[in-house]
């Protein structure tokens, strides 16, 4: 059984800039969650996919999009990168439209650098 | 008022303590409850689910109190491998998410 990928593991960007960061989900999952953690705080949630759709969203621009294709790997789209997107990405697969009872799997992140 | 609250220490106690953490949610939605561990710059990993009941496994014991919106998680024995950050987590299964507040770090001394 396979684990949650992210690439790349490291991405340094300029501000101004796009970024596309992925995710393959863990064997098994349907639903990929999106979060970004800054240095000294717990994980924001961006956004949820399941079956190729958004399933919810937290506090975070239009800049911020995704994608979840047919085989449900994901990838988060940022637009116009701010220094304040600077963070670690993390992905998050799961079940059953990201019931909690049926666990989350994280991927090891994307750590994101703006300059 | 953030949705998980948790105080972000540092606790920095010695081999052998036993230590406590709290947390507190405002939505009375949330269904499900968890603590993860982080280790440095590593991924979120689930350590135990939280049950009405309270529940223990091995030397860590979490209880959930949803009349005051409180979760707690005790850890008996430090040990120096118990470094690491524990985030407070709950989950709503209408709005499909997970929640974590911003995470209390521990530091085992020898």
């Known amino acids: 059984e396979t684990g949650v990928t992210q690439s790349p593991t490291h991405l340094i960007k300029t501000r101004g800039q796009q970024v596309t960061l992925r995710c393959s989900s863990q064997?098994?999952?349907?639903?990929v969650s999106w979060y970004q953690q800054a240095l000294g705080q717990g994980p924001q949630f961006i956004f949820q996919?399941?079956?190729?759709?958004?399933?919810g969203r937290g506090n975070f621009p239009p800049r911020f999009s995704g994608l979840q294709f047919p085989n449900y790997s994901s990838e988060l789209n940022v637009n116009a990168l701010e220094l304040d997107d600077s963070a670690l990405y993390l992905c998050?697969?799961?079940?059953?439209?990201?019931?909690?009872?049926?666990?989350?799997?994280f991927g090891s992140g994307t750590r994101l650098t703006v300059v | 008022r953030k949705e998980v609250e948790q105080d972000p220490g540092p606790f920095n106690v010695p081999e052998g303590a036993t230590v406590a953490f709290n947390c507190t949610y405002s939505?009375?939605?949330?269904?499900?409850f968890f603590w993860y561990r982080q280790d440095c710059r590593k991924e979120p990993k689930l350590l135990m689910s939280?049950?009405?009941s309270g529940n223990e496994d091995g030397r860590f014991t979490a209880q959930l109190n949803r009349a005051s919106q409180y979760i707690s998680l005790l850890i008996r024995d430090s040990k120096l491998s118990d470094s690491a950050t524990y985030l407070c987590?709950?989950?709503?299964?209408?709005?499909?998410?997970?929640?974590f507040g911003s995470g209390t770090r521990l530091s085992i001394r020898p």
């Open positions: 998050a697969s799961s079940l059953a439209g990201g019931d909690a009872n049926y666990g989350y799997t």
């Open positions: 064997s098994g999952h349907n639903t």
């Open positions: 996919y399941y079956r190729e759709e958004e399933n």
């Open positions: 939505n009375s939605a949330s269904q499900s």
């Open positions: 939280v049950y009405s």
């Open positions: 987590v709950v989950g709503y299964s209408s709005a499909s998410k997970i929640i």
